[in-house]
């Protein structure tokens, strides 16, 4: 007998816990199929070889419901939103660091966004597919997730669209400019593969292993630079983007418990992956490097810490408990790291006549900053050439490549690469195919290629279709009116029009500043 007993009689409900509440409103809805079999119902979760013996194994480590999730991401939201008003209403595009800044954005736009996109559907398809409640439920709310990001990010940035070229037709360039193939085709791969290669794919080896390499770079600079609503935008996707990076860890630590026949398939993803996902963050090296007025972090100094201590020194040794080893050529980007941005800055300078950016020689205190970033590559490497192309520049020689680069098969982007350790030995691998040669990068591309040569070969290569006549015409002007660029979205940044409309703008702002303090 307690002093609390109910008058009525009737024994009181006991409240249920968190855990078991939301198990109530989330996986416990779920049923088994009786007309049909779970493998007829789930066609597509057994040919990749993945086995998975107990669904109910897979821990939510959220448990959100609806409920929750709509009004913590619409409050999120309608912060973002009134920055942007803001920023808009007062101009605000004028205090950035400098109009070039925007090249960045430009590469973000159209190399990210549609990234974005793309993971909303796949996700959605991932919601349908998996045979277990948990991972449905969380694949669904990344997939709204990713949705919010494609839209934010265009609503970020369409106020700069406004005043700057470059960012009027992102998503038609995300299908055809040359450089936007590279993330365009690694995102391809991942949507065109299984579910389970794609959950290790963009949920583990892109959320996990290299998010904080790809968001944290582009957030900061942008922190850095002035532009307060892609700061904004990053801290509102940042919260999802923990969500991500969880739901990418349990994932792998899922099904590498199901079962040990799964342990060497997700080595192979994670090979793989590592390796094409580290190739596209090269576009982010050179962005860190050399696309900021305002320099936050070398890429050499973000690959440190973002790559080699969190997740070689964090993540792998854990995963080992599960006989995962760190990914397949992990060495070659680790020597790369003194030398990537300067390749593939040098390629973006000498082809941004068929770009959506803008590129210039950077200034001597420039220069003094990258040779103290990279004390051991930059002077003795780098360097001279960017003095003779700032000297060609000035003579009024300012230089553009006037041909077509080779193209990596795999990864796409042009091959400017090294072989590991000799930065003077330009990297060269072939494949054979069916009696056909392919051209690739790397040791990393030419293993991801011979393990899936049927699946490479159809690689849309930017190049090789502007040979076949697939690209609007034989010169470039009609590739560059088929790639829907304008007037100044592309060439020389000095005294292309944003930075004519720069300099404008900033006068008048001065003389009225005079004019007031005269009276
Ligand atoms: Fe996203
Ligand atoms: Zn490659």
Redesign the pocket.
């Known amino acids: 007998m307690t002093a609390t007993a109910n008058p009525t009689g009737t024994p009181k409900a006991k409240k249920l816990s968190m855990k078991a509440r939301y198990g109530a409103l989330t996986r416990d809805l779920d049923w088994a199929p009786g007309y049909v079999s779970e493998e007829e119902m789930y066609p597509h979760t057994s040919y990749e070889g993945i086995k998975i013996h107990d669904w109910s194994k897979w821990d939510d480590p959220f448990r959100l419901t609806v409920d929750a999730y709509y009004r913590y991401q619409a409050e999120k939201d309608k912060r973002l939103y009134s920055v942007l008003d803001g920023f808009a209403q007062s101009q605000g595009h004028l205090t950035l660091s400098e109009g070039k800044y925007l090249n960045a954005m430009k590469v973000f736009l159209g190399g990210v966004t549609p990234l974005e996109y793309a993971a909303h559907r796949h996700f959605a398809y991932l919601a349908r597919q998996f045979n277990g409640p948990g991972p449905r439920f969380a694949a669904l709310c990344q997939s709204i997730d990713e949705m919010r990001h494609a839209q934010t990010e265009i609503h970020t940035l369409s106020n700069y669209n406004k005043y700057y070229q470059g960012m009027h037709n992102f998503a038609q360039q995300h299908d055809r400019v040359w450089y936007l193939s590279v993330t365009k085709s690694y995102f391809d791969d991942a949507l065109s593969a299984g579910p389970f290669e794609f959950l290790i794919a963009i949920g583990f080896s892109f959320e996990y292993l290299l998010t904080n390499l790809l968001f944290v770079p582009f957030m900061s600079a942008a922190s850095f630079n002035g532009d307060l609503p892609t700061m904004t935008f990053g801290f509102s996707a940042q919260s999802d983007e923990s969500r991500h990076m969880t739901l990418g860890l349990e994932a792998i630590k899922f099904i590498l418990e199901q079962d040990e026949a799964n342990v060497p398939i997700v080595q192979e993803w994670v090979d793989k992956w590592f390796w094409r996902g580290y ?1 596209v963050t090269g576009i982010v090296s050179q962005m860190l490097d050399y696309q900021l007025p305002r320099p936050v972090m070398s890429w050499k100094e973000a690959f440190e810490l973002y790559f080699e201590q969190q997740m070689l020194g964090g993540l792998f040794p854990d995963l080992a408990l599960y006989g995962i080893k760190p990914p397949k050529h992990v060495d070659q980007a680790i020597w790369e790291k003194d030398h990537l941005s300067h390749w593939l800055h040098d390629t973006f300078y000498q082809f941004s006549h068929a770009a959506n950016f803008t590129t210039t020689v950077p200034d001597t205190e420039h220069l003094d900053w990258l040779a103290q970033a990279y004390p051991d590559t930059f002077n003795q490497l780098y360097r001279g050439k960017w003095e003779e192309m700032g000297k060609l520049a000035e003579e009024g020689n300012r230089f553009f490549y006037p041909g077509l680069p080779q193209l ?1 098969q ?2 796409q ?1 042009p091959m400017v690469y090294c072989e590991n350790g000799n930065p003077h030995k330009r990297a060269v691998y072939h494949s054979e195919y069916e009696g056909e040669n392919y051209n ?3 040791e ?2 030419k293993w991801i290629f011979d393990r899936e040569p049927a699946k490479f070969r159809q690689a849309w290569l930017p190049v090789h279709q502007i040979y076949q006549g697939n690209c609007g015409g034989p010169t470039i002007p009609d590739v560059l009116e088929w790639y829907g660029f304008q007037e100044g979205d592309s060439g020389e940044y000095i005294g292309s029009v944003d930075h004519k409309n720069w300099i404008a703008r900033h006068q008048m702002i001065e003389d009225k500043l005079g004019q007031g303090a005269g009276h």
């Open positions: 190739r990596c795999v990864c982007v690739l990068c790397s990393g591309c």
